[in-house]
């Protein structure tokens, strides 16, 4: 069996037909903060990141989960553990329906360990003094424990067509972006991401494979970060000018992310610098020493440059000059010192209790190092305010320097434009960026690319407005296996089964079903028994002259039979009875049917009343019959002839004159010859046609190069005319039209006016429009049709029309074609699907005596 597969396009959908993806953002639609992003297609609902607003505190900060019925997400991913991120993933899984479905959350090994720690930060620093709580901690960690990790380059298949792969991102330990595929539509949703590999991660991946969609950030809109080693000794710079005049440094970061990077580049930088290792370097935050431990752990998932340390016993997390501070309570507020300290934005927490303490002295220095949001004190105290409000709601004078150095690990436009060239999706989304970056960053991409005549819609979706993207994708099947074995042609028709499975088609024959599949096949055999009122003969008279032609003979048990399309065998399993046989499908059953109903109609039928009231002979000798044999032959009504003879009448069945056979006999007894009755059927049936249409028709020979090839003694009869050609006439000359009259030599006197009135028409007419002049190859026959002032001339052989006029033309064709279809018989003009596997009408007849069993009649043709 081969193995060997081969790719079959499909016609893309018809219009109106076009698959859509609805894109919703029930949060970090034009604004930064609690990311969630709602991807449908198909059928499928795929839910990207679950984050909260730092800006907002209780249910206010979550995303608009009632636009949502939770209980249809297939798939919730998690890109990376920021709060903005994951933080409201908890409340989802244990406060909405989503756990009444059968969607699961999917994260990285990384981003699973840091989660744990860092919500149960969350929930300790969000319930504290407040009654507002989103959840606990058992419920924390609840769901925590149904999150499943996956690998980075994992391909993840949930099932029904939905598949996704991680690709590392950047930013921070486990971040990741998602390659989604749903039947076969890709979109990449990147979350945040960096292009720039720093001390310990590296940078964003690039998918191998074009997604259609791409949903990417917008953080920094059009505005360009300076480079990496410029920042780092400017920030060096100024954390040493501080510590020089007895100042206090406050770095407010987040427990994990871009804390390890700034960690590393202080103990790098103190150590360069042994002026500097008196003064400490805090790093206050109860996690700490946890996850500096998850960052040990998964040191195979960051650069190769902390991967090569690492292996040389080299950790670079283990920190000659930093210390974990657990709590203020153990501080001793003296002398200068660097302090990282969370949460990032100083909304609450250690980082806002020392801004607080710090604000009123003018040595200190406070530095930024990530972006803030919108709202939170973080982007407030840039502006620097004269006070700051403390969280007692007292105000509090502000004298310590401000500064904003940008460790982000977010793309700058420079690199985000450089990734989404790269990508080269067809449709850019836009997210997690305030309306203003935004929209100039959409402007941008959009001068680019109008620039460069690239059709690439770029679109920035508001919260809560969906974004419907169509797409009119081709649709594959893939042949496999005996099938594909030889290549389809252009043009040619493929026959086989067409699985489908998760929006992809199979095209595999059906020997190789199980093989290939695991399925199997069933038929299904139908069958009829029918009462039988009038002889074996005068059924298949009728039979014949609905279809046009049967296959007659017997079966394996000895039964006459009738196979009707190839598909319906009709039995005669009794002497007055018979059983309808097929295997059972849409198109098969429908031929049983009209059989069944021919059949119970027959005896009650004028035809058959027609056949049967001749008079007969009443001869009831049984003396011949001596055995159980000859008995059996009587009661079946055994034949001798082609014809058959009604044994209930005592005469011959005719063949009935709407058959194949019947027409071809009719003619042959005129012709001598079966090959030239079917040409004189079909043009006798072309001219009846166009006769009844145009009224009047000529039959010509066309051609120039042989002599006439109809034959001088072959006569047509259409409609009452015969078309007999002259045996007199010179090569070239029309033949005349003869009258249907007892003296076929005869020529009616009317017929000849009617010549004449055609001639005198052809030369008002003139003979430049005559096509027969323009028409080469041998001698043929063709008919010639006029219509006011236009001539036609159809070809016998290949039924090709010659004319000036193309409505003409065409109108002759389309009768052609019609006449054809009548004519042709029902067992010609519907070509069904064989069956799979029919038990019923097997082997050769002319074996069957080979095999021990005797037939009760001689075989007969239809």
Known sequence: ????????????????????????????????????????????????????????????????IDELDWSTVDALLITHFHLDHAAAL???????????????????????????????????ISNAGTDDN?????????????????????????????????????????????????????????????????????????PPVRPDVLICESTYGVQSLEPRLDKEARFTSLIHNIIRRGGRVLLPVFVLGRAQELLLLLDE???QHPELHQIPIYYASSLARKCISIYQTYIHTMNEHVRSRFNRRDNPFVFKHISNLRSLDKFEDKGPCVMMASPGFMQSGVSRELLERWAPDKRNGLIVSGYSVEGTMARNILNEPDEIIGMNGQK???????????????????????????????????VHGEQN?????????????????????????????????????????????????????????????????DFAYTILDPKDLAD?????????????????????????????????????????????????MDVLDIKQSGAHQLTLEWVSSVPNDMVADSAVALLVGIDSSPASVKMTIHSHKHEHDHAHVHNDADVKAEETDGVDDVEGKDAMQGRAVQVHPQSEHGLKKNLSDQVGSEETADDLIRTEHLAAFLEAHF?????????????????????????????????????????????????EEGVNEMDVEKDSEVKESKEEVGESLDPLENIRGPRRPALKVWMDDQTAVLDLQDLNVFSSSEALRDKIHSLSMLALRTLTPLADTFILPQPLSSNIFQGKHTELAEIGIEPSTKMIKG
């Open 516 to 564: 290939f599949t695991g399925l199997s096949t069933s038929t299904i055999i139908q069958r009829q028994r029918v009462a039988l009122g009038v002889s074996w003969e005068m059924a298949r008279w009728h039979i014949e002259g609905m279809y046009g032609r049967v296959v007659e003979g017997v079966d394996l048990e000895g039964l006459r039979t009738m196979r009707v």
């Open 134 to 206: 989103l959840f606990d901690e058992n419920e924390m960690l609840a769901s925590w424990r149904q999150i499943e990790a996956v690998d980075y380059h994992q391909e993840v298949s949930v099932g029904g067509g939905l598949r996704f792969t991680p690709y590392h991102a950047g930013h921070v330990l486990g971040a990741c972006m998602f390659l989604i595929e749903i039947a076969g539509l890709r979109v990449l949703y990147t979350g945040d991401f960096s292009r720039e590999e720093d001390r310990h991660l590296m940078q964003a991946e690039v």
């Open 90 to 124: 908890t409340y989802i899984m244990e406060k909405t329906n989503f756990r009444d479905g059968k969607g699961k959350v999917y994260m990285t090994h990384p981003t699973k360990a840091v989660y744990r720690f860092l919500m149960s930060d969350f929930v300790r």
């Open 695 to 743: 009224g009047h028709v000529e039959e010509v020979a066309i051609g120039q190069d042989a002599e006439r090839s109809m034959g001088k003694n072959v006569e047509m009869q259409v409609e009452g005319v015969k078309i007999k050609p002259d045996p007199d006439a010179e090569l070239g000359d029309e033949p005349m039209l003869a009258p249907v009259t007892g003296n």
């Open 1 to 64: 069996m081969a193995t060997s597969s081969q790719a079959i396009q499909v016609s893309p959908a018809p219009s109106g037909q076009e698959d859509t993806l609805r894109i919703e953002m029930l949060g970090a639609g034009q604004e930064v903060g609690r990311s969630c992003c709602v991807l449908t297609y198909k059928g499928k609902t795929v839910v990207c990141d679950a984050g909260v607003h730092p800006a907002f505190t209780g249910i206010a900060a979550l995303p608009f």
């Open 396 to 430: 509090i004078p502000r004298r310590l320097s401000v500064d904003y150095i940008s460790f982000s690990a977010h793309v700058d436009y420079t690199q985000n434009a450089r990734f989404i060239d790269e990508v080269k999706a067809q449709h850019i989304v836009l």
């Open 437 to 501: 970056n935004m929209s100039q960053l959409r402007a941008a991409l959009q001068n680019k690319y109008g620039q460069r005549a690239e059709d690439v819609k770029i679109h920035t979706p508001r919260n809560c407005e969906p974004l419907r993207i169509k797409f009119r994708g081709d649709r594959t099947a893939k042949a496999i296996g005996a099938i594909a074995a030889k290549p389809p042609v252009p043009g040619s028709v493929l026959s086989g089964l067409l699985v489908s499975k």
């Open 269 to 271: 930088y103190w150590s």
